[in-house]
């Protein structure tokens, strides 16, 4: 849980530090990737080389730890290669149970890697913990959820996944990407480990790419973790771990601006003619909003929506806009939205009509205009 502070003051002050030599109110960036030995030939102090660790760093998941309310957090050079550490991490012939609506990265690392890493996996509707309760072997050691999933907004209860899990002794791993740590703490609901793609909102103006595991324990697996993150290497550099930290300090209040355009801009979309469905949880039409709204203090930045039309008509919805740019990822300030099915390739499983919004900061009064005209 998190402790003391409010999210805004942990945002700012959880990577300060002031104790460089200079006493400069910002951290500088230290670029050095190695570090003097004592005399005796080891390590002084707690940093060898900056593979193994790195001040920058250090504040990154010091911060990136305090937002969650975990003891520990690994920082990685991209959230793909932090969900891999997880999956690496877990002993040989675990099973796993995975969200069948999950990032379409996620899945195709199991179905690319899994075998080899010598692991067993399920994918199945986890918004029905029935569906997580049959699909439990006896070798089942970790859940994985994503809720808001990725795209079709299906909400997963997590504090009956949680529960369920302590019950067969296996841990949860919760992707926060989307809801963020201020719309969603996945550890208060019993999570042991939360995900966080940081190229997204913490990032927030899509120019850095990074990842984050993040533990409740300094525990066993969070362990073997890090020494995945030390040994493999995929670290991200001091210079983003600065920039990072840089754009965490206001990334609470733009997170809550991202909540409210989002809201405005669905409730558009779900009046429009052209509009067959939208998936936002903070409608109350949303087949999750009930749970949502019970552990969810905001229903974050991402929209998806069907639109009434063929494959190639919502191709060229998505090509009229003026003002929201083309282009994949979220979690940017500007807005972006794409035709997903086209992002994800043929292994995509998003309907033909689908389309992915990531509301942006700009005023929603211009995006619902540019939604007007581009929907016409
Ligand atoms: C982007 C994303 C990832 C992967 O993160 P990268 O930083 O692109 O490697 C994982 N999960 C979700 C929900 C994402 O949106």
Redesign the pocket.
């Given at each position: 849980m998190r402790k003391n502070k409010n999210i805004e003051t942990i945002a700012i002050h959880g990577s300060l530090d002031h104790s460089s030599g200079s006493r400069s109110v910002v951290p500088p960036i230290e670029v050095s990737t190695n570090f003097e030995h004592a005399e005796t030939g080891h390590q002084d102090g707690d940093y060898l080389y900056t593979r193994h660790s790195n001040p920058n760093r250090l504040q990154l998941e010091k911060v990136l730890a305090e937002l969650e309310g975990g003891e520990a957090c690994a920082a990685f050079s991209?959230?793909?290669?932090?969900?891999g550490s997880v999956f690496q991490a877990m002993e040989e012939g675990s099973h796993i149970i995975v969200p069948e609506d999950?990032?379409h990265?996620?899945r195709k690392t199991l179905n690319t890697f899994g075998k080899r890493w010598n692991l067993e996996f399920t994918f199945t509707d986890m918004r029905d913990l029935e569906h997580v309760q049959n699909n439990i072997r006896p070798n089942t050691k970790l859940i994985y959820a994503?809720t808001p999933?990725?795209p079709l907004m299906h909400i997963t209860d997590l504090e009956k996944v949680c529960a369920l899990a302590k019950t067969i002794n296996a841990k949860v791993c919760v992707?926060n990407?989307?809801p963020s740590p201020l719309n969603l703490n996945p550890i208060e609901f019993g999570a042991d480990l939360v995900?966080?793609?940081?190229?997204?909102y913490l990032a927030g103006h899509s120019d850095i790419?990074?990842?984050a595991i993040i533990s409740a324990k300094q525990d066993e697996m969070f362990d073997r973790i890090r020494s995945i993150q030390q040994g493999q290497g995929a670290v991200p550099s001091a210079r983003d771990c600065w920039l990072l930290c840089r754009s965490i300090r206001s990334f609470p209040y733009r997170m809550r601006a991202h909540n409210e355009n989002a809201q405005k801009l669905a409730e558009f979309l779900s009046d429009h003619p052209k509009v067959k469905e939208v998936y936002y949880p903070g409608l109350e039409s949303h087949q999750g909003y009930e749970i949502a709204r019970a552990q969810m203090s905001g229903f974050g930045g991402m929209i998806s929506f069907l639109f009434d039309g063929t494959e190639q008509e919502s191709l060229k919805a998505v090509a009229s806009s003026k003002l929201i740019t083309r282009a994949t990822?979220?979690?940017g300030i500007e807005s972006t939205w794409e035709h997903r099915r086209s992002s994800e390739g043929e292994q995509s499983h998003s309907p033909k009509n689908l389309i992915r919004l990531s509301v942006g900061l700009e005023h929603p009064d211009d995006l619902i205009e540019d939604l007007r005209q581009a929907l016409d």
């Amino acid at each position: 849980m998190r402790k003391n502070k409010n999210i805004e003051t942990i945002a700012i002050h959880g990577s300060l530090d002031h104790s460089s030599g200079s006493r400069s109110v910002v951290p500088p960036i230290e670029v050095s990737t190695n570090f003097e030995h004592a005399e005796t030939g080891h390590q002084d102090g707690d940093y060898l080389y900056t593979r193994h660790s790195n001040p920058n760093r250090l504040q990154l998941e010091k911060v990136l730890a305090e937002l969650e309310g975990g003891e520990a957090c690994a920082a990685f050079s991209s959230g793909m290669a932090a969900i891999g550490s997880v999956f690496q991490a877990m002993e040989e012939g675990s099973h796993i149970i995975v969200p069948e609506d999950v990032y379409h990265g996620t899945r195709k690392t199991l179905n690319t890697f899994g075998k080899r890493w010598n692991l067993e996996f399920t994918f199945t509707d986890m918004r029905d913990l029935e569906h997580v309760q049959n699909n439990i072997r006896p070798n089942t050691k970790l859940i994985y959820a994503e809720t808001p999933s990725n795209p079709l907004m299906h909400i997963t209860d997590l504090e009956k996944v949680c529960a369920l899990a302590k019950t067969i002794n296996a841990k949860v791993c919760v992707d926060n990407t989307w809801p963020s740590p201020l719309n969603l703490n996945p550890i208060e609901f019993g999570a042991d480990l939360v995900m966080h793609s940081t190229t997204k909102y913490l990032a927030g103006h899509s120019d850095i790419l990074g990842g984050a595991i993040i533990s409740a324990k300094q525990d066993e697996m969070f362990d073997r973790i890090r020494s995945i993150q030390q040994g493999q290497g995929a670290v991200p550099s001091a210079r983003d771990c600065w920039l990072l930290c840089r754009s965490i300090r206001s990334f609470p209040y733009r997170m809550r601006a991202h909540n409210e355009n989002a809201q405005k801009l669905a409730e558009f979309l779900s009046d429009h003619p052209k509009v067959k469905e939208v998936y936002y949880p903070g409608l109350e039409s949303h087949q999750g909003y009930e749970i949502a709204r019970a552990q969810m203090s905001g229903f974050g930045g991402m929209i998806s929506f069907l639109f009434d039309g063929t494959e190639q008509e919502s191709l060229k919805a998505v090509a009229s806009s003026k003002l929201i740019t083309r282009a994949t990822s979220l979690g940017g300030i500007e807005s972006t939205w794409e035709h997903r099915r086209s992002s994800e390739g043929e292994q995509s499983h998003s309907p033909k009509n689908l389309i992915r919004l990531s509301v942006g900061l700009e005023h929603p009064d211009d995006l619902i205009e540019d939604l007007r005209q581009a929907l016409d």
